[in-house]
């Protein structure tokens, strides 16, 4: 029972970022006329996502802690890798896109930073960054859900 809670768990955090990764924020920026306005929006909507994604997270690090199913590395490997999703998205939240927000705001929107100020290095970095933590965590459940899945179906047998 607790690795098919934690399966839909894991596939409710990997629906959630995939939909944000690839349809809210490009549509965003497609159908907003105004670049700062579709950034302004995909920065709040990323931010109930990484809010959703820490609470995901430590639900599930929850279920697998009260789960007697695993031993050994297994558990191990569940573990340490619901920890770096879980931190992947506290480090976005807190550190990547609260600095990332700080340059929206001394610039008035990150298309008005000038591509001679050093600033727009380091956005264009964190952005980066972001993206990167972002798809760690998408590529890391995905992982997780087939050893899961798995892990289940040869229990059966």
Not at 4 to 10: A, F, G, N, P, V
Not at 14 to 37: C, D, K, Y
Not at 87 to 95: A, D, G, P, Q, T
Not at 121 to 134: C, E, M, N, P
Request: net charge positive; glycine share 6%; no cysteine.
């Amino acid at each position: 029972m607790n690795t098919k809670i934690r399966l839909t768990l894991l596939s409710l955090w990997l629906g959630m970022m995939a939909f944000f990764s690839f349809v809210v924020a490009p549509s965003t920026f497609i159908a907003l006329p105004e670049t700062n306005l579709a950034g302004l929006v995909v920065s709040v909507v990323l931010s109930h996502i990484e809010l959703i994604g820490i609470a995901i997270g430590v639900i599930t690090l929850i279920v697998l802690f009260a789960s007697r199913e695993q031993t050994g590395k297994q558990f191990l490997f569940e573990l340490t890798a619901l920890i770096l999703m879980t931190f992947s998205m506290i480090l976005s939240r807190f550190v990547i896109s609260r600095r990332l927000h700080e340059i929206r705001v001394k610039f008035g929107g990150a298309n008005l930073i000038p591509s001679s100020d050093p600033s727009r290095a380091t956005f264009d970095q964190l952005h980066q960054i972001s993206v990167g933590l972002t798809s760690f965590a998408m590529i890391a459940a995905a992982v997780l859900i087939v050893v899961l899945v798995r892990r289940n179906l040869s229990s059966r047998y």
